[in-house]
């Protein structure tokens, strides 16, 4: 399987290209860039496939990393992929950077109660339950719209918080951030695909719209 991941929920956007069933094994090549660097996604996945060997028609499967996170950094993967599935007719998956970022916790050998914490705007925050133990991830409550209060009561409890800037409120916290190889690694397990029309960013709140007044007549 020859895998073109998107991750562009953070700051820090990253793009992978995998190809695991490879006569080595397993190639693989990560372009990680800040927002400010300008670097386009397209130019990224140019430089993530030329790290694996790989050329764009061979790509069978596009992930995208469908945050919480940046709505607008979001929105563009999932533009890209889109985009790809249009002209390729690639298998597309859509995962939960919360996902990710356990996945890069559990890899740098993390352990015990974790929360995740994602700033949600608004004086808000995401945040997601795990236990983590001897490499597993076990969700103990599902990601949700949470006050800073309850990110502080979970802090207080004993929990590990951890996420892209949890630093800025939690100097206890770890920086842990979703990374396309990471994306890219996930999408190799699952079985599932998603139709393109049907990828969402994820995003808790409802969504509302404001109708403009009648223009005055001067």
């Not at 209060?149 to 800037?165: S, Y």
């Not at 599932?192 to 403009?212: N, W």
Request: net charge negative; aromatic share 6%.
């Amino acid at each position: 399987m020859k895998i073109l991941a998107f991750e562009f929920s953070t700051s820090q956007r990253s793009v992978a290209a995998l190809n695991v069933g490879s006569a080595t094994g397993l190639s693989s090549g990560e372009v990680v860039e800040s927002l400010d660097a300008n670097c386009g996604p397209l130019a990224m996945a140019e430089a993530a496939l030329c790290e694996a060997g790989l050329e764009r028609e061979q790509i069978e499967c596009v992930a995208i990393g469908l945050g919480p996170g940046s709505y607008t950094g979001v929105r563009s993967a999932i533009a890209l992929a889109q985009g790809w599935h249009l002209a390729r007719k690639v298998r597309l998956v859509g995962i939960s950077s919360v996902d990710c970022i356990v996945a890069e916790a559990l890899d740098r050998g993390l352990e015990g109660r974790v929360t995740v914490v994602i700033d949600a705007q608004r004086n808000e925050f995401y945040l997601a339950n795990y236990e983590l133990v001897a490499g597993n991830a076990t969700a103990s409550r599902p990601l949700r719209l949470a006050s800073p209060e309850e990110a502080r009561a979970c802090a207080a409890a004993g929990d590990l918080l951890i996420g892209p800037e949890v630093t800025k409120w939690f100097p206890a916290g770890h920086i842990v951030l979703p990374r396309a190889i990471r994306l890219a690694r996930l999408a190799a397990e699952r079985p599932d695909s998603i139709a393109p029309g049907e990828l969402e960013p994820i995003y808790l709140r409802a969504t509302t719209f404001v109708k403009a007044p009648t223009p005055r007549n001067f």
